[in-house]
């Protein structure tokens, strides 16, 4: 494990790029301060070397807080992981064509308990071994940074497992291979010690978890315990890769670190292991290139040329050679799409099998490699026929799902891939690459239950909004702009086109509906000429002198450059009301940050400037604060999955629900739509939240504007204040520049007003002035009585420009009389 920070030993010589630094006579000893007390750090403060820690991540399994960061799941989930990872490495040692059980063992007031049994082969190892296995603190060995398209990604399964039992003060009871281990974790050091031992009849392996509160308590409230495990077990069955990894799936940097993990294994070993690198004519070159090497003792350099030489003559591997599931029994509607992930470096190969089966409610339960995904991934509808995927990377509308009184859908997805992208280290993978087949596998698997299990609603069926709005887009466009002569808004565009909605709907049509469908419109085929939207929000910028803010409007972003070193946050509100507050105690000043509001975040004018702070190459991080409501939740989620996949942090500063009853703030009841069913329509919330808190959403809510002012500017200080690294502060040839320009301003300035005091500027133009009255005058009553006609021909022109274009000529020949023409330069 490598630690944070290294301090050399005392004896560790002066490394030669530092010349030795030379003693003046005249100062103290070392380790004496000037005024000659001894540095025993409370005599001298100024002396006493700042403390440095060196954190070990095994730790990050014992303590309830950051468990969940290792996880990937709110603690209240922490139970049903701890399942889905036993039952994984179960499958995996069972093969597909072996057995897994799994089930509760206790649950009462004081404990919970359950198990997981395969019939593999069985753990090896001594009793010493079993208890390494089976403790937070043992080296992350594992298999699977080799990319294969198996379960599994990280290789912290059982350090999770473990985590949990330590968590809940319990024992992990392992038997195989002739003998029954009680082993019981130590969270003081990490480790894992044998409580008692006995023999064992049994084959396979099987492992009993039991737990005390506080985890017995989330597993026993879990009606859900199971569900991931129950959907691992039904997707191990269908066809599996029989390959090897394949040189094709790795980029240079990643096959380096690969090869650098495998430590003091010799490199032909590995190299040995690769899709099409056995053959003797390949093992031959490399031995000849790096005979007898290790593989941590390759530079990046050889490790790339290692990696070409696997490629040469290796074939990429086809998706359908990755296996598949095939068509499922409790979902009549199945659709598998295949693809490949190319760049210069790699390719990498995935299939998409996605299964649909009537539901009451919109659901989806996404799989990587036959496994449940811990990320909470919804789909919502974001149309009347079509759905909307958040999640994962995901945040794109496009599944064809149908008219609602058709009925709603639960959507089972598998990726399968030897290499999946993670957004975190909880696991989260990035599915936003393979985005368009999802929606396209999803929709299908849809399309082919209708075929299978066909519903006819009562009443005719309509065209959706989106039909409407997408058939009459160019037609409208091109009208309001007189063939693009003209620009026009997005609100004339709406009230041009909603007579149309009204007659094919029957109802008022939502102008915000109709701005995220012209929004996706012109995502698929380019913006629509001459148009512009309104503002919508303001930007403001910390040190800007007057604190006025950018408006948010197409026009106005198309222009916008971020100032140079002027903040490095931005704290997005929906409330654009409470930054006059901010604004007066100077708080962007403060945390050099800007702030950001769009009544309504998706507008496209808040993405378009959005994705213009993104680029260059000072670093950004977006800050968010929100009503603890369902909207505002959502907001914050919609602000995280946007940014994230480009690698733009997004913090979460609240109001969330918890946090609001613990300060005590007033709670609102919520007014909710109701169904043509008469019920009440559900509150969508952001899928971070605990279970508890989206179903408290439903009908309770908490506005920021119920704290007081102070409250607020303290609420915020104090949240941002864990987040707050120090000012900005340029880098140093940055800091040089701006010095020296402002020398150079102040002396030109200086230089100017001496120029002008010896030149008696003011004095020579009274004259001046005074010795051409006479003609002055009378040009000004020509030019005067000549604006009508002036202006006839220049339409377009105010007055006053017709003056300066006068003036200017008059001014010029009098000046030539002064002091000559203008010089030109040759």
Not at 233 to 255: C, D, I, K
Not at 376 to 383: I, M, N, T
Not at 618 to 639: N, Q, R
Not at 724 to 734: C, E, F, L, T, W
Request: charge should be neutral; proline fraction near 7%; include cysteine.
């Amino acid at each position: 494990m490598t630690p944070e920070v290294y301090d050399p030993p005392p004896d560790t010589p002066t490394p030669p790029s530092e010349p030795a630094k030379k003693t003046d006579p005249d100062s103290p000893p070392r380790g004496r301060p000037r005024n000659g007390r001894k540095r025993d750090g409370l005599s001298d403060p100024e002396s006493v070397e700042p403390v440095l820690f060196v954190a070990e991540d095994w730790t990050d399994f014992r303590n309830l807080d950051r468990i969940t960061t290792k996880a990937g799941v709110p603690r209240d989930l922490l139970p049903r992981v701890a399942v889905k990872e036993l039952v994984d490495n179960a499958l995996d040692a069972a093969g597909p064509a072996g057995t897994v059980k799994y089930g509760p063992l206790t649950a009462d007031d004081d404990a919970f308990g359950f198990f997981v049994a395969d019939d593999g082969a069985g753990i090896k190892g001594t009793d010493a071994d079993l208890a390494t296995h089976f403790s937070i603190r043992r080296p992350l060995t594992t298999s699977k940074m080799k990319l294969m398209p198996t379960r599994g990604k990280l290789g912290n399964g059982i350090r999770v497992a473990v985590g949990v039992a330590i968590l809940g003060r319990g024992t992990v009871r392992v038997s195989t291979r002739g003998r029954t281990l009680t082993l019981v974790p130590q969270a003081d050091d990490g480790t894992t010690r044998v409580a008692a031992g006995a023999p064992w009849d049994g084959t396979g392996t099987r492992i009993e978890v039991t737990l005390l509160d506080p985890m017995a308590e989330l597993a026993r409230d879990d009606d859900d315990l199971f569900r991931w495990a129950d959907t691992a077990v039904a997707l191990n069955r269908g066809t599996h890769f029989r390959g090897e990894t394949s040189p094709w799936w790795y980029t240079p940097l990643g096959f380096h670190d690969l090869l650098r993990a495998a430590g003091r294994e010799r490199v032909a070993r590995v190299f040995k292991t690769l899709s099409g690198c056995s053959a003797s004519r390949k093992v031959a070159r490399l031995n000849a290139d790096y005979p007898g090497r290790t593989c941590d003792s390759l530079t990046a350099a050889e490790s790339s040329a290692i990696l070409a030489l696997a490629r040469d003559g290796t074939k990429a591997v086809p998706p359908r050679l990755l296996g598949a599931v095939g068509p499922l029994d409790d979902y009549p509607g199945y659709k598998k799409v295949v693809g490949v992930r190319a760049d210069a470096d790699r390719q990498v190969p995935y299939v998409l099998e996605a299964w649909a089966r009537r539901s009451e409610s919109e659901e989806v339960t996404v799989c990587v490699n036959r496994t449940p995904i811990v990320t909470e991934v919804s789909l919502q509808r974001d149309d009347r026929a079509e759905y909307a995927i958040y999640g994962a990377g995901l945040s794109h509308a496009g599944i064809a799902a149908g008219q609602k009184r058709f009925g709603e859908y639960d959507v089972l997805l598998n990726v399968v891939a030897p290499d999946v992208p993670l957004m975190s280290s909880g696991k989260e993978p990035n599915l936003r690459p393979m985005a368009g087949n999802i929606l396209a596998a999803i929709s299908g698997a849809i399309k082919r239950l209708k075929a299978a299990v066909p519903v006819t609603p009562a009443g005719s069926s309509a065209r959706s909004q989106k039909d409407v709005i997408r058939a009459h887009l160019p037609t409208e466009a091109a009208r309001l702009s007189g063939d693009g002569a003209y620009q026009f808004s997005l609100r004339q565009l709406f009230y041009a086109i909603r007579p149309k909605l009204i007659a094919a709907i029957g109802r008022e049509p939502m102008y915000e509906r109709f701005a995220r469908v012209v929004g996706e419109y012109e995502d698929a085929h380019g913006e629509i000429d001459g148009l512009y939207r309104d503002n919508r929000g303001t930007l403001v910028h910390p040190h800007s002198g007057t604190g006025d803010g950018l408006p948010l409007g197409t026009r106005m972003v198309a222009a916008y450059a971020r100032p140079e070193w002027q903040f490095n946050k931005i704290l997005y509100c929906e409330k654009e009301g409470l930054f006059p507050v901010l604004r007066h105690v100077r708080w962007p000043e403060r945390y050099d940050c800007a702030l950001l509001t769009s009544k309504g975040f998706a507008s496209r004018a808040a993405h378009d400037l959005l994705a213009r702070l993104e680029g260059g190459t000072e670093p950004i991080t977006f800050f968010c604060i929100h009503d603890a409501d369902g909207p505002g939740t959502v907001i914050f989620e919609s602000l995280r999955d946007t940014l994230q996949p480009h690698g733009v942090r997004v913090v979460n500063l609240g109001l969330d629900p918890a946090e609001g009853r613990a300060m005590g703030l007033d709670v609102e009841p919520v007014a909710r739509k109701r169904r043509k069913d008469g019920k009440p329509a559900k509150v969508v919330a952001g899928r971070y939240l605990p279970k508890a808190d989206r179903e408290w959403l439903q009908t309770h809510r908490i506005e920021l504007n119920a704290m007081t002012s102070p409250q607020f500017v303290a609420w915020l200080s104090r949240k941002m204040d864990a987040h707050h690294d120090g000012k900005v502060i340029p880098p140093a040839p940055v800091v040089a520049t701006a010095f020296e320009a402002g020398v150079r301003a102040t002396l030109t300035r200086s230089l100017e007003a001496e120029a002008l005091r010896r030149a008696r500027i003011g004095e020579r133009v009274e004259t001046a002035i005074a010795g051409h009255r006479g003609r002055l005058d009378a040009i000004a009553a020509r030019v005067g009585a000549d604006l009508t006609s002036a202006l006839g021909d220049e339409p377009t022109a105010r007055w006053a420009a017709v003056i300066d274009r006068e003036s200017a000529a008059t001014a010029q020949e009098i000046a030539n009389q002064l002091v000559g023409p203008p010089k030109t330069e040759e």
